[in-house]
């Protein structure tokens, strides 16, 4: 497992277990969103933007969390566990609202420097619509894949605990 890809929606959990694995496995993490965005939350154009994700993907070790459906393919195809994290709708707002609690008039350590955490009604409907919008799409990329590479597919925060227990269990052995 040297090549570890998060991806699901917004406020499903990926920062956050994207850097417990990285504790348990001793592999650097890479946040999508501290790249994509520039200040101000000005996104990268698409062409640097696929070398960014290029580059990172070609390194020998990683944790990638994000989603980033136009360079999924890329991550994908490069990764040695690949973990969506399907968590339902309503813990995703939940989070997302809290985050902005949290990281008022601050930018998240998983975020680049000028973007403020912020919270608008655009984003809360992208989260909110995900699962239609994304979701599917996602899981027949994964179906696609799923004989050729690990999977993990976590649709509860029980679920995540016990991923992570267990990779604990077997860093100790």
């Known amino acids: 497992m040297n090549r570890v890809l998060v991806i699901g929606s917004s406020g499903a959990g990926k920062s956050t277990l994207s850097q417990k694995l ?16 520039n200040a101000n939350w000005v996104s990268k154009p698409n062409d640097e933007w696929d070398k960014i994700v290029e580059k990172f993907t070609n390194e020998d070790q990683w944790i990638i969390d994000g989603n980033y459906s136009r360079t999924m393919d890329i991550r994908i195809k490069k990764a040695d566990l690949i973990i969506f994290l399907d968590m339902p709708r309503l813990l995703c707002i939940y989070r997302i609202i809290k985050r902005r609690i949290r990281y008022h008039k601050k930018t998240r350590p998983d975020m680049n420097e000028g973007c403020p955490e912020k919270l608008d009604w655009e984003f809360i409907k992208w989260v909110w619509n995900y699962r239609k ?32 227990e267990k990779l604990e269990k077997l860093r100790n052995i």
Do not use: G
């Open 22 to 37: 990285s504790k348990i496995l001793n592999i650097p993490v890479i946040h999508l969103d501290a790249y994509f965005w």
């Open 133 to 164: 919008r994304s979701r599917m799409n996602t899981i027949t990329k994964l179906e696609y894949i799923r004989e050729n590479q690990q999977v993990i597919i976590a649709k509860t925060r029980r679920q995540v605990d016990e991923l992570i």
